[in-house]
């Protein structure tokens, strides 16, 4: 049975950070207001620790209990890049849509005092599951109305819940 059950969660989680490093899936509560897309590295430290426990009391050999424990520690290091890697994202309320969405806002200075603002639309798909709807960016000037919307979160959402507006910067959600 456990056998069963380590290669049905290693299927998951081989499935799962396909679609992570494709930024094509997120998993967020908008409930929690919390991004469980780094939280699932914790569902791995605790399975890698169990499972060395378990090797090094029922096992006579350590090779099997030592690559346990290697990939624990080479796991340890790879958490820094995911951890920066990590994104904020906002819920987008309004009751002209009809399905949840959240996005992911980010911008680059261009100089001249101009940026070029990028926000990732993402729509539920499965309680808590997030797939990547599409990336939409704008230049705008950093003195702008649509600037200054874009990063106080001041967004309008048309009737027909298709379009997401910061003032000048359209954005479809459909």
């Known amino acids: 049975m456990t056998v069963g059950l380590t290669i049905v969660y290693c299927i998951v989680r081989i499935i799962w950070l396909g679609g992570l490093f494709t930024r094509k899936l997120v998993v967020y509560s908008t409930f929690l207001q919390t991004d469980f897309t780094i939280g699932t590295l914790y569902l791995d430290y605790i399975f890698l ?10 096992f006579k050999k350590q090779a099997y ?3 346990l424990y290697g990939i ?8 820094f890049p995911r951890l920066l890697a990590g994104s904020t ?22 100089g001249n005092d101009n940026t070029d603002l990028v926000v990732f639309v993402y729509k539920e798909v499965l309680p808590l599951v997030y797939v990547n709807q599409g990336r939409y960016h704008k230049i705008v000037s950093t003195k702008s109305e649509t600037y200054s919307d874009f990063w106080k979160l ?3 959402v048309n009737k027909d819940g ?5 003032k000048g910067f359209l954005i479809p959600l459909k």
């Open 49 to 58: 620790i169990s499972a060395g426990v378990l090797s090094t009391i029922y």
């Open 65 to 67: 209990t030592l690559t």
């Open 72 to 79: 624990f520690v080479l796991s340890l290091f790879l958490i």
């Open 89 to 110: 994202f906002y819920e987008i309320k309004d009751h002209h849509l009809n399905q949840d969405y959240i996005i992911e806002r980010h911008d680059s200075d261009l």
């Open 154 to 156: 001041n967004y309008v």
């Open 162 to 166: 298709n379009y997401l507006t910061f």
